[in-house]
């Protein structure tokens, strides 16, 4: 298991190599002089050269490259050009916050996707059953910058009983002002991962559900919320495979609603960075982001062996152990 | 009760009655007047000196945390902005050499630390900015204040409140690039270690408020300075916090549900449900405009001055203001009509299709051959509008009259790319015009700059290498002009020029639009891209 989690982790480090050269290369494949938004209008020639000089970008790439992830190895992501704070001291509290708004939405998400996925799989070819296929539909259709502004419409302007934007300020309200700000734009979020999931879960519990076991199960007596039990057991899996994609994607960051929302997350920070060209900051977010993504990932992995013991037995056979 | 006022009960009873009564911002002093004001940027601009984030954030970090040599005069909206004095009291430049600047400063100005405003600090901060060899020299600083340092050659301590500036050149054009310098404090930059990231954190320079609390990409809370030293500009308000919010129709719901009382731009189709909700909208002209900027490149049509003058008439400004929500009006030159360097043109900018159809059939173009010529302009960007339905109707309008336009749309840092790049840039080629607003606040960066031959990028910013020695001359007089009454008078005369010449294509100027809460009282509407936030108050 421990071989198992290392070798994952071992995966890990071609594909971070990888990010990092392609989170560099964005930067100068997007159309502009990375420099330009660093010197104003007007500024005289020999001013600007001092600029670049001062920034480094007077380099050749590969040794600007190597530079950054020298740096990025000792845990240096530079400083943000615009607010010369350290991009990590902007990255981490970033994080924190879109973890806050992921972790919620992701358990929204579970609570909605996995009762209402499970439900539509036992009432199959039910009114209930097309219902809840309909619901996850729309969930997933809906573009979830327009539900979080009709949320913020209906919510802060009409009935103005939910703040629209920001998240308050923890050290001088209380736990309860903060979670209000939660609210809106958690419920944005949840949608897509809740009509994901909900399909995903009842696919799987609808398959199990015809599988000879839990007849087999039924006919001993077992009473029906430990066959029950038995069902989400097997079902576990996959859902939890969508599960891990959907809060790595949220973890991610969503751009529109936090933005929508003025929450200072990852999105939010990568929106403005982007628009105030302030290029260490979206490196260092999008690397950050892509790491988290792939670690998630790893994550799941492990889970996923944890509960299903076919995945071990089939590691075994193949030698995957070794 | 009604039903929109029962569910609104309802709801609030049954979902959060416990917390009902807080609001998003943070507590403070009960009976403080605080003005909540919703940026449309996306971070604090830097807070060191030289803001970063363009005019806005000079406008609401510059301004109210510093102080130049020079200021805006805010007060009246009835004509374009001033210089009026600021750290300097007064000046002189030597009639002689008229490269040598004398600033007499202002006694009795402390920084927001205590320390005291002198010659000794005018030349740490110019250090600052220009001597590599100093300890306090902050190459962020410099990128900021890029375009406010040309020319300068020297500086000296006369004695404590005297310093002499000299210059490379006779340029009277350093008046206005003064005002953009701004003064941080030495004694605050010693007391953080020499760490500008921590000055940042606690600044500390001359304005009118200083700041309480950054919370890095959300606020700034900033309070009144009440030692300010000039006693008119002291903030009637307590507080003023500043948020980044990006999203135009995030300000818009902000200040609809009452968390936010003033925000910046907000969009022309929301104007109406924000009357109707009793917010005030204000807007005035302001020094922008929404131009064409024309190649003369030796490949490009507008040589002709036909062309130049029939794509002027050709557009039906007051049917695009109106496509705008009224939040602009129509352009009759560089700067608006009513501006002092407007000056008398001949050539009068209007729509006149019939007149562009005969000045186009007279240059050779017609029906049967159309003048074919490509636009290059942003889908968004500080200053440009609502780029792609204006660009789309200026393109059905000149398509009316003979033209045949290409629209090429890139991203904004991209367009400033293409400009730095001149109009006979291999990645220009074939464009012949560019859609990029201009700030016309001083008129070294809105007309010299764009004017004058020696100006091709990288030195200034004649995109399309206009060429002309009389607008060249007319530039020279102006700059060097140095009383500014008169150097008024000669860029009244270099615009009229350029305006006969149809130089550019002029099309509309910016309303710049903002949105008030009924409470606030006091703002006047400044033909500025910067506001006077002192004079608020609250009714």
Redesign the interface.
């Known amino acids: 298991m421990l071989l198992f989690v290392l070798k994952r982790l071992v995966y890990v480090l071609p594909i971070a190599l990888g990010v990092s050269l392609i989170c560099f290369a964005l930067i100068y494949l ?4 990375p420099a ?10 020999a ?2 050269a ?2 670049r000089q ?2 480094g970008l007077d380099k050749p790439l590969p040794v600007q490259y190597l530079r950054w992830l020298g740096r990025v190895l000792t845990g240096d992501f530079g ?1 943000s ?6 991009v990590i001291s ?1 990255v981490i ?2 994080m924190g916050n879109t973890f806050k708004l992921a972790g919620g939405a992701i358990l929204l998400a579970c609570i909605c996707g996995i009762a209402f996925g499970t439900r539509a799989a036992y009432r199959s070819g039910r009114a209930a059953d097309r219902l809840i296929g309909a619901a996850a539909i729309a969930g997933i259709s809906v573009p979830q910058y327009w539900l979080g ?1 009709v949320l ?2 209906l919510f ?14 923890i ?4 736990l ?2 903060e979670l ?2 939660l609210i809106l734009p958690t419920i944005a979020l949840t949608v897509v991962p809740a009509g994901l999931i909900a399909r995903s879960v009842r696919s799987t519990v609808g398959e199990i559900l015809g599988q000879e076991f839990v007849q087999t199960l039924h006919a001993n007596g077992l009473p029906p919320s430990r066959v029950f039990l038995h069902i989400m057991k097997n079902a576990a899996p996959p859902a939890l495979a969508v599960i891990g994609l959907e809060f790595a994607r949220l973890l991610g960051g969503s751009i529109l609603v936090e ?4 929450w ?1 997350g990852t999105g ?2 990568l ?3 982007i ?3 302030d290029l260490t900051v979206v490196q260092g977010t999008v690397l950050a982001l892509a790491m988290f993504f792939v670690l998630t990932n790893v994550l799941v992995d492990v889970l996923q062996m944890l509960l299903d013991p076919r995945f071990k037995r089939a590691r075994a056979a193949s030698g995957a152990w070794q | 009760m009604d039903r ?1 006022a029962f ?2 009960t309802g ?2 009873a049954a ?2 009655p ?3 009564h ?7 002093a009960a009976g403080e007047k605080v003005l909540r004001l919703a940026m449309t ?6 807070t ?1 000196g030289q803001p ?2 363009g005019a806005e954030g000079i406008r609401f970090i510059g301004l109210t945390l510093y102080d130049s040599m020079f200021g805006w005069d805010l007060s009246r909206s009835d004509q374009a902005a001033k210089l009026i004095p600021g750290l300097a009291e007064s000046y002189s430049v030597d009639p002689d050499t008229k490269t040598l600047w004398t600033f007499n400063l202002r006694r009795a100005v402390k920084f927001h630390d205590g320390s005291g405003f002198n010659a000794d600090a005018v030349l740490w901060n110019l250090d600052k900015l220009l001597n ?1 060899g100093t300890p306090q020299f902050d ?2 600083q ?6 406010y ?2 020319g300068i050659k020297s500086y000296r301590k006369i004695d404590d409140y005297t310093v002499a500036i000299t210059t490379n050149e006779p340029d009277a054009m350093l008046y206005y690039r003064l005002a953009g310098i701004n003064f941080s404090s030495p004694e605050r930059w010693k007391e953080v270690g020499g760490d ?2 921590k000055f ?1 954190e606690r600044p500390s320079g001359t304005g009118p408020w200083m700041l309480e609390k950054l ?5 700034a809370e900033l309070v009144r300075n009440p030692n300010y030293w000039d006693r008119e500009r002291i903030p009637k308000l307590d507080r003023l916090i500043l ?5 135009a ?2 300000r818009v ?2 200040l ?5 009382d003033w925000v910046e731009a907000p969009p022309p189709d929301t104007v109406p449900r924000l009357k109707q909700q009793g917010m005030q909208v204000v807007s005035n002209v302001y020094p922008h405009v929404w131009p064409y900027w024309l190649s003369y490149t030796a490949d490009s049509p507008f040589h002709d001055i036909r062309l130049r003058k029939a794509a002027n008439l050709a557009i039906d400004r007051e049917g695009l203001c109106q496509l705008l929500g009224g939040l602009a009006i129509p352009a009759r030159g560089q700067v608006d009509a009513s501006h002092r360097w407007f000056g008398k043109p001949a050539f009068e900018i209007k729509y006149d299709p019939a007149a562009a159809r005969k000045l186009m059939t007279e240059a050779g173009y017609g029906p049967a051959r159309r003048c074919k010529v490509k636009f290059l302009t942003s889908n968004a960007g500080s200053g440009q509008m609502q780029p792609l339905p204006m660009n789309e109707f200026v393109q059905e309008n000149l398509g009316q009259v003979g033209f045949e336009v290409e629209i090429e749309v ?2 904004w ?2 367009l ?2 293409r400009r ?1 790049a001149r109009a006979d840039g291999a990645e220009n080629k074939g464009v012949y015009g560019l859609n990029n607003s201009w700030s016309l606040m001083d008129p ?2 809105g007309l010299l ?1 764009v004017i004058h031959s020696k100006n091709a990028p ?4 004649n995109w399309g290498l206009y060429n002309d020695p009389i607008a060249d001359a007319l530039c020279d007089k102006a700059r060097l002009e140095f009383d500014i009454d008169r150097q008024d008078q000669a860029l009244a005369a270099l615009h009229q020029y350029i305006v006969d010449q149809a130089m550019w294509i002029w099309v509309v100027h910016d309303l710049n639009p903002r949105a008030l809460a009924p409470k606030l009282k006091g703002f006047v509407p400044a033909q500025a891209w910067y506001v006077n936030l002192s004079a608020l108050d609250m009714a």
């Open positions: 997007a159309p502009g002089d330009s938004a660093l010197i104003p209008d007007n500024t005289p020639p001013v600007a001092q600029i001062a920034y400083l050009l615009s607010t010369r704070r350290p902007e509290p970033a502004m913020v419409v802060s302007v009409n009935l103005g009983i939910l703040p629209a934007t920001g998240m308050g300020d050290k001088s309200e209380s309860l002002a209000r700000h933005t929508v929302f003025s200072p939010f920070l929106n403005s960075a628009f105030t060209r | 929109r569910l609104k709801a609030s979902l959060f416990a917390v009902q807080l609001g998003m911002t943070p507590g403070r940027l996306g971070d604090i601009p830097l060191t970063s984030q590599k190459p962020i410099v990128a900021m204040a890029g375009s340092l040309a500008w990231g940042a919370v890095p990409r959300t606020r948020f980044a919010m990006p999203d129709n995030t719901a902000a609809l549900s009452g968390e936010i890139v991203d840092e991209a400033r790319a730095r070294d960066f700059s990288p030195v200034g910013n």
